[in-house]
């Protein structure tokens, strides 16, 4: 069986990341009745595979054996019709990434590939560019990216566009982890927002803080 990483916040949010090494059977044992889930049998073989991890994660998270009710609203956001916790989840290859807690929150999991320089004009704003490519461009991109796509979860709405309304205004390094500051612009309004970041192997953990 693999092993959960499993850490709670200062702010009591509750963050998991699990290693898949376990065939679709394991998890639909662990989870009575999620065969049942209609959203189930959409998925190719290898999304069912992160879907039902991503599943017994929070159940994980949660404290809880078997099923429980999560739903996803009219822009895809999940969220629990039983209970008043925030939810967030991600997954990347091999892993599955949530976070749990009473605020708005979001996650991001993802595997480092140099792909992500040939995307970057989808997300990255002028200023951006200018601090953070002219040096660790690969690392910075996926820092970037991680963090927009944590906030995007974070507002669940579809009227939020990453280069438009995201930016990242700093990034804080200590070895493998540090912290990145990031700007939300929205109708009249700016919202701060910090955000944590973690590399594990050839992965990048990313999750907001506040």
Same mark, same amino acid.
């Given at each position: 069986?693999a092993?959960?990483?499993? =850490? ?10 699990? @290693? ?24 190719? =073989?290898?999304? $069912? ?10 159940? =994980? %998270?949660? /404290? !809880? ?7 996803k609203?009219?822009?895809? @956001? ?5 209970? *008043?916790?925030? +939810?967030?989840? *991600?997954?990347?290859a @091999?892993? !599955?990434?949530?976070?749990? #807690?009473e605020?708005? +929150? ?10 992500? =320089?040939? &995307? *970057? ?14 040096? @660790?461009?690969?690392?910075n %991109?996926?820092?970037?990216? #991680? ?6 979860? +974070?507002? #669940? ?14 990034? /804080? ?9 990031? &700007? !939300?612009?929205?109708?009249? $309004? ?15 953990? +990313?999750?907001?803080?506040?």
């Amino acid at each position: 069986m693999a092993a959960l990483k499993q =850490k709670i916040m200062d702010n009591q949010d509750r963050i998991g990341l699990w @290693k898949i090494e376990e065939p679709c059977a394991f998890f639909e044992q662990q989870l009575p009745g999620i065969v049942n889930n209609p959203n189930w049998y959409r998925k190719t =073989k290898g999304r $069912k595979l992160e879907w039902l991890a991503s599943r017994y994660l929070l159940t =994980k %998270l949660l /404290d !809880v054996k078997g099923a429980y009710q999560l739903y996803k609203n009219h822009t895809g @956001k999940p969220f629990f019709n039983n209970s *008043s916790l925030n +939810v967030s989840f *991600s997954h990347s290859a @091999k892993y !599955v990434a949530a976070i749990i #807690g009473e605020n708005r +929150v979001g996650i991001d999991i993802q595997r480092m590939t140099p792909r992500i =320089k040939k &995307l *970057s004009f989808k997300f990255l704003c002028e200023t951006e560019k200018e601090k953070f490519t002219q040096e @660790k461009e690969l690392e910075n %991109l996926h820092l970037i990216w #991680g963090a927009k796509e944590a906030l995007y979860k +974070v507002y #669940g709405t579809t009227d939020l566009f990453f280069k438009r309304d995201i930016e990242v205004q700093t990034i /804080d390094r200590n070895e493998n982890k540090g912290k990145i500051i990031a &700007l !939300v612009n929205r109708t009249n $309004k700016q919202t701060t927002h910090e955000i944590a970041y973690e590399w594990i192997e050839d992965h990048l953990l +990313v999750h907001t803080i506040n």
